[in-house]
T-cell receptor, first 114, second 111 residues
């Protein structure tokens, strides 16, 4: 399978714990995006990388959230001191910068904070 | 006013009929427009992209863009029960990279 992959697919954690999610983009794609989706809403942009550079962050991305893409390949999204309001589907997408920016999504990581 | 607006539905369509979905956007300089299909509990799947005014057809799907009216639509011909899903409209603004999504329209195709 050459699509975007995410790990884990599901995560249940207690309030106050830290969690980390991983995203592996489509191999030739140099752009990688993180979005968050809550029930009944469209996905909301969190942050975006071109290669290893983090070029844009949403105001939604509080200081408890950090994302990295150290070698321009896979990316991690860490949430520190999780809150119940962080419960959502975390989606990763990738695209080619030379395309019209068609973004292809991974299966998502569903986070439940108890 | 939301940046991208869609009717939440549900849009109920008989099998074999045409489903017509609408989306309006507020930023006049938006340049790229996308339709994603999302089944319950799954991630969005790109089904159509359109960048210039007019129609674009791909199989049973036709996307229509009218930049003057800030309006993009999706037609699904010969609707099948497997088309039952939420359809998300998304736009990218000029010189931008992030997708801004509408809330989605739920479509129910009844046999």
């Amino acid at each position: 399978d050459t699509g975007v992959s995410q790990d884990p697919r599901h995560k249940i954690t207690k309030r106050g714990q830290n969690v980390t999610f991983r995203c592996d983009p489509i191999s030739e794609h140099n752009r990688l995006y993180w979005y968050r989706q809550t029930l009944g809403q469209g996905p909301e942009f969190l942050t975006y990388f071109q290669n290893e550079a983090q070029l844009e962050k949403s105001r939604l991305l509080s200081d408890r959230f950090s994302a990295e893409r150290p070698k321009g390949s896979f990316s991690t999204l860490e949430i520190q001191r999780t809150e119940q309001g962080d419960s959502a589907m975390y989606l990763c997408a990738s695209s080619l910068s030379i395309s019209y920016n068609e973004q292809f999504f991974g299966p998502g990581t569903r986070l439940t904070v108890l | 006013q939301k940046e991208v607006e869609q009717n939440s539905g549900p849009l109920s369509v008989p099998e074999g009929a045409i489903a017509s979905l609408n989306c309006t956007y507020s930023d006049r300089v938006s340049q790229s427009f996308f339709w994603y299909r999302q089944y319950s509990g799954k991630s969005p799947e790109l089904i159509m992209s359109i960048y210039s005014n007019g129609d674009k057809e791909d199989g049973r799907f036709t996307a229509q863009l009218n930049k003057a009216s800030q309006y993009v639509s999706l037609l699904i011909r010969d609707s099948q029960p497997s088309d039952s899903a939420t359809y998300l409209c998304a736009v990218i603004k000029a010189a931008g990279n992030k997708l801004t999504f509408g809330g989605g329209t739920r479509v129910l195709v009844k046999p």
